[in-house]
């Protein structure tokens, strides 16, 4: 069995790694999903979401923004990434199990002289983000 996170609210793929509240969580047999289940992150942020995650035993992460300490937390813990996703959590994950998932290989979320924008095609200033404008990283 494979399980796949997704950064996850309201239904659909959360934009920012460090500030999701939750992941949903697909468990994967055959290339189907059989089962998913939504869990808080408790306010970790960052890298602890990375040990969050590998304790879940998750192999795959789908994500909007996220930065390079997370993704490098991440590949730390032999979690391969999927980022600059949005729209619906449920068919980000049909697509990546159909092969035709449209990701960005080089999604960052650093916001150092990059004037807050990120690849995905959100401001990470934007309030309805929960990002705190350049606090975001």
């Keep these: 069995m494979m399980k796949i996170a997704v950064t996850y609210e309201h239904g659909n793929v959360f934009p920012h790694f460090g500030h999701t509240e939750q992941f949903k969580i697909f468990e994967v047999e055959d290339g189907k999903i059989v ?15 990375a040990g969050m995650l590998s304790a879940l ?3 795959v992460l789908i994500c909007g923004g996220i930065g390079a300490g997370a993704q490098n ?14 729209g619906s959590a449920d068919e980000a994950v049909d697509a990546l199990l159909g092969g035709n998932l449209a990701y960005n290989p ?3 979320c ?9 690849g995905s095609g959100h401001s990470c200033g934007e309030d309805k983000h929960g990002c705190p404008g350049s606090g975001c990283h």
């Design 57 to 59: 035993n998750v192999e």
């Design 106 to 108: 080089d999604v960052r």
């Design 110 to 118: 650093d916001h150092h002289g990059e004037g807050h924008h990120h």
């Design 73 to 86: 937390a991440l590949g730390e813990a032999g979690i391969r990434l999927y980022g600059g996703v949005s």
């Design 35 to 49: 089962g998913s289940q939504v869990v808080d992150t408790n306010g970790s942020g960052h890298g602890a979401l």
